[in-house]
């Protein structure tokens, strides 16, 4: 509900407005060049990495408001930074693999959004 203003989340959305830009220094040099998200929404037997340049969004939540569905996000990927993680997991042994259809979960969406 944070990014539908739910009142009973202002904290929350406080932080991931103000506190969390500040901390990665966003809109500075010193910002980040990308965001990495690790979820535990996927079961896989080997560390699965997204490397589409855009991830569909997959509301897996129900019983929310009407309006919550109606959400789009375009989400950018990286194909290079996928490389980059999935040479770092090779190398330590976790025989990584790569997906290009996997989307991204609406809470995952929640946090990049915010």
Known sequence: MPIMNDPG???????????????LGLGTASAPRAI??????W????????????HNLYYDYY??????YKLKYEAPGS???AGE???ALQKAGLN?????ERGMSFLSYLYMRL
């Not at 990495?36 to 929404?41: G, M």
């Not at 896989?44 to 490397?51: A, D, H, K, L, V």
């Not at 990584?96 to 290009?100: A, F, G, I, Q, V």
């Open 9 to 23: 989340h202002a904290a929350l959305i406080k932080s991931m407005t103000t506190k969390v830009p500040q901390v």
């Open 36 to 41: 990495v998200l690790v979820t535990a929404h």
């Open 43 to 54: 079961s896989e037997r080997r560390p699965t990495i997204s490397n589409a340049k855009k």
């Open 63 to 68: 019983g929310f408001p009407s309006e919550t």
């Open 79 to 81: 194909p290079e930074v």
């Open 85 to 87: 993680v999935y040479e």
């Open 96 to 100: 990584p693999e790569m997906d290009s």
